[in-house]
């Protein structure tokens, strides 16, 4: 009699820290949700209840941990994938039977863009160099783990459309000319939006892509390509804008709000968007294709375009946000631009603060890669990121791609009222005020050297310090 196999599901911890913020990636938010909880929710939904399993350390250790009619699930924690990556390659592993790990092709432009730059993805290449796809930590093994030989590539496509996002004069596209004199469209403004998304998050910029290009902007592109194919469902939303008596973008079918949220009749709410619970809108607010969490406060005339707004933050009157990120219990102030940036959790943007995102001249956007090192962003157009537990005072001016480290507080002064290199902690102003004072502002997010994980040694410390005064005493 054949018996029925339960998945058993196993996570390589990535106990990296990423820059600024100085935690792994399975901590950080990814669409309002710890990247952690993202991904248990995928599996749940695709493979059903799994087991759990004790962390792995690396692949190699599956082998001591599961037997040879074990059907097993493995993947390594800051790797981010939606619902649709996820299940083009569990189904394709599932349906041959053999053991499998996930690749992205080297011929797909959205991965090139996005998902290969500033992380540690290395290539399969043939015999002449050329790189033919890039494996992930992503496996599917159906009678227990084999050696790496064994396994077969599952390539999986991201079917990527382009799509502009400004509609600008060429002169300012920093355009510059390709190999055979035509005009080079790799720095146009335009992103590739994908079906399917996939990144390994060892970067800053790789929060950015998850949330805004491959996360917003790609839903706002398959809820269109949705509504061009089936005309049912174009029927439905027109008949439901119809019964509520408003425009059809803005009809429940495609706002999505949560219970206890109050929304004032004059702000207007363009789909496809998600408000969670006891949320308040005030008057005159613009909100167009965004992800919105529970207990958030979007004060009068506040705008907020292709964004994702975290749990419990609060943005004051005018504020707004432009293809951007806050983790939960930010605060944004009022007349305070930020674009195409993330803001970690906990932390506050000073009233009048501008981040900018493009380069007057045409010198390359870099970012911190997996290792550390400045690397060419291969963007036109970037805004910069805020870590966790940040102080920003009001007027700043931070230009495109630059890093504020978590715990730094930057008062507004005439010296530094332009933010125009990467900021680490040791630069903090609040080193320059009294002791008495600067001891107020505790460090939450300390960089710990590489494979240190817990900060329990941060409190730790706290008790030995009495044993040592004990000590003397003795002496």
């Known amino acids: 009699m054949h018996k029925t196999r339960k998945l058993r599901k196993f996570v390589i911890e ?32 695709v493979c059903g209840q799994t087991s759990a399993e004790l962390p792995l350390a690396q692949i190699d250790d599956l082998a001591l941990r ?10 390594r924690d800051n790797l981010y994938f939606d619902r649709e990556f996820f299940f083009e390659f569990f189904e394709q592993a599932r349906a041959s039977q053999l053991p499998s790990r996930a690749a992205l092709p080297a011929d797909d432009h959205a991965w090139i863009k996005y998902s290969i730059p500033l992380s540690r993805l290395e290539a399969v290449r043939d015999m002449n160099g050329k790189a033919l796809y890039y494996p992930l930590d992503l496996w599917y093994f159906p009678e227990g783990y084999v050696e790496s ?68 902007f790609s839903r706002g592109k398959r809820f269109e390509k949705k509504i061009t194919e089936h005309n049912f469902e174009a029927l439905k939303m027109l008949f439901r804008a119809i019964l509520e008596q408003k425009q059809v973008l803005s009809c429940s079918k495609v706002v999505q709000v949560g219970e206890g949220t109050t929304i004032d009749p004059s702000a207007v709410i363009i789909g496809p968007t998600t408000i969670g619970h006891h949320c308040s809108v005030g008057p005159g607010a613009v909100i167009d294709n965004c992800i919105i969490g529970d207990n958030v406060n979007i004060a009068q005339g506040c705008q907020l375009m292709l ?12 504020a707004a946000l432009f293809m951007s990120t806050l983790m939960e219990y930010t605060i944004v102030a009022q007349n305070t631009c930020i674009q195409m940036g993330v803001v970690g959790r906990n932390s506050f943007v000073g009233a009048g603060t501008t981040f900018t995102d493009f380069n007057l001249l045409p010198a390359p956007l870099r970012a911190l ?20 537990n940040v102080r920003l005072g009001s007027g700043l001016i931070v230009m495109p791609a630059r890093v ?14 332009v933010i125009n290199r990467n900021i680490t902690y040791e630069e903090s102003d609040h080193h320059k005020v009294r002791a008495s ?19 329990e040694s941060m409190y730790l410390e706290s008790w030995d310090e009495p044993k040592k005064e004990i000590t003397r005493k003795k002496k």
């Open 437 to 455: 004072v600067a001891k107020l502002h505790k460090r939450r997010y300390p960089r710990f050297p590489f494979g240190e994980s817990t900060r």
């Open 149 to 216: 030989h064994k396994w077969r590539a599952v390539p999986v496509f991201s079917e990527y459309k382009e799509i502009g996002y400004y509609n600008v004069p060429d002169s300012m596209t920093n355009l510059r000319t390709g190999s055979e004199g035509e005009f080079g469209r790799d720095l146009d403004l335009t992103h590739l939006l994908t079906e399917r998304s996939c990144l390994s998050i060892d970067s800053w910029a790789h929060i950015y892509f998850a949330n805004i290009i491959m996360g917003v």
């Open 369 to 388: 890669n997996a290792f550390e090192k400045l690397e060419d962003t291969g963007q036109p157009v970037l805004g910069s990121c805020v870590g966790h």
């Open 404 to 417: 504020i480290e978590s715990d730094v507080i930057l008062f507004a002064s005439a010296e530094r009222r």
């Open 307 to 318: 964004s994702v707004i975290g749990n419990n933050c609060f943005l004051p009157f005018r």
């Open 14 to 45: 990535d106990k990296r820290l990423i820059s600024p913020f100085n935690e792994p990636a399975s901590e950080l938010s990814i669409l309002n949700k710890p990247l952690k909880i993202h991904h248990a929710d995928i599996i749940e939904d």
């Open 66 to 75: 599961v037997d040879r009619d074990d059907e097993v699930l493995v993947y």
